[in-house]
């Protein structure tokens, strides 16, 4: 079955400690479009100006992304340039430029309104509401946020809390949501919120689900060296949309094992700048991986 | 099978955020011998001054816990006094009095010779050499330490580090010993230092293992009010070796599960100041929350 993945087309520049990279291919909507697609089918809706370039149509292209709702505007692609700190955990934003982003109404191409997986990646909760308004009756729903949402909409984003079946966010989102210090208070806070699964990132310490199970605590792929952790979490969630849509049937019954496998392409997305190391590797590096990671956890 | 735990006996008073405590009992060896003596016979060998509480020695005794390698000195019990920053995972120490430690030398009764189990729990790494010395060829030694002892110690550590079966230390430790942010690589290096395993403690994250099995990534167990964390560490390799040497057999096989044994006791001792929780648990308690983390990690 096929994933809609609405969010964020963009180009990042990214200073590490290390090297500085231009203008790469990123947003929440590329780096979960190319993730879930290893998986399944894959319709990805944003926007980007005139000057995107054409290699990164081709690598949408390449995996074979439906771009139908990809709108190509007059102005700039959305650029956002960034800096990561020595041990790579913080970084800061340098300068943000909207460009066509600014007045982006999402519209769905007809045959999109149908899409039974969802994935509603980072991106103002406004847009992400205006989609599920355009949906008929998706059989699964995640959204995923940022800080930046919490500070600014926030009305909003509680609104799509009840509209959705999992709800994504880093451990200091969760923080900044509920006041809590400890996550695990903080997910039953999010629970009342309105979603049945929420999944708690926390980095190079993995990530936890909660839902009606119970708790299930996802250990980070071991890497050695992290090169550029940007986009890491919108891989993460995009890898466990499209294993869930390959799969089909009952998610509660495979959302364990779906977080295992957006481990594994989270753990590829920081191993190169942007979707470099992505887009190099193949669906069988991926369940390698994964079967690694569940020798990791099994007793 | 017994255990034999070597380490500090002392006095803690402790402030946090919340409270503060004064005189508390404290020490790797306290923690880590109540910790395995839910699941084995444990002989305690340390030092305490004359003004140890009686009350505290009851308290071991409770236990079960064999008390003929403790010795009482002339002098002061050794007093640590720390505070506890909000988040409570940074500590600072006010004030240190060793007392009867400042000439502490570990004299092992006959019959402690032949413990098959050992613990060396955080103390000089000297101190930990003669008490191996003293021993006649255990089937499987653990040795904890601290960040004091890579600082001021570390030619007596690395050569320990030879001797032992298993090393236990938290990642910041890991990261001072080898100089690598990322954990994977840091064990790496350890494991040519000497140790067969390798155990880093990641706190809340909560551990990973590294042996010839490859790793086991274990999580903490969800507790959701951290009251004070000290001797957690100190709780987790109790729980371990007492977990080890109540199922005796082949390590290799039962080391996974007795890590998780292990973040089951270190989860109570941090709910209460001291060792006020744990004393106040039993095995059954203990089981029930390694039988919920197992659950957790399953796929």
């Known amino acids: 079955m096929s994933v809609l993945v609405v969010g964020s087309t963009a180009l990042d520049s990214i200073k590490t400690p290390v090297l500085e990279n231009p203008r790469l291919l990123g947003g929440s909507a590329s780096h979960a479009a190319v993730a879930a697609s290893f998986f399944a089918p894959v319709k990805m809706v944003g926007i980007v100006g005139k000057d995107?370039?054409?290699k990164y149509v081709t690598l949408y292209k390449k995996h074979k992304i439906d771009l139908e709702g990809l709108q190509i505007a007059d102005g700039e692609t959305f650029h956002w340039s960034g800096e990561y700190e020595l041990n790579m955990n913080k970084r800061r934003t340098l300068n943000t430029v909207l460009g066509v982003f600014e007045t982006f109404t999402p519209h769905l191409p007809q045959q999109h309104k149908?899409?039974?997986?969802?994935?509603?990646?980072n991106?103002?909760?406004?847009?992400?509401h205006h989609v599920l308004d355009q949906m008929n009756r998706p059989k699964f729903i995640v959204a995923d946020t940022m800080d930046l949402w919490l500070n600014i909409a926030l009305g909003d984003l509680l609104k799509l809390l009840k509209r959705v079946d999992a709800f994504v966010l880093n451990d200091s989102e969760a923080h900044l949501l509920t006041k809590e210090t400890n996550i695990f208070p903080a997910?039953?806070?999010?629970h009342k919120l309105g979603p049945?699964?929420?999944?708690?990132?926390k980095g190079e310490h993995g990530s936890v689900l909660s839902g009606p199970s119970g708790i299930f605590i996802a250990p980070a792929y071991p890497i050695k060296c992290v090169i550029d952790p940007t986009g890491a979490g919108d891989s993460f969630v995009g890898g466990m949309i499209?294993?869930?849509a390959s799969v089909g049937g009952n998610v509660e019954k495979n959302l364990r094992r779906a977080i295992i496998h957006g481990s594994a392409v989270a753990s590829f997305c920081c191993e190169g700048f942007g979707l470099s190391r992505t887009t190099r590797v193949t669906r069988k590096d991926i369940d390698a991986r994964a079967k690694e990671l569940e020798a990791m956890v099994r007793l």
Request: cysteine-free; overall charge positive.
């Open 52 to 54: 995107f370039p054409k």
């Open 114 to 121: 149908d899409s039974p997986y969802v994935l509603l990646a």
């Open 123 to 128: 991106i103002a909760p406004s847009l992400q």
């Open 187 to 190: 997910l039953k806070k999010i």
């Open 196 to 201: 049945k699964y929420v999944i708690i990132k």
């Open 242 to 244: 499209g294993y869930l």
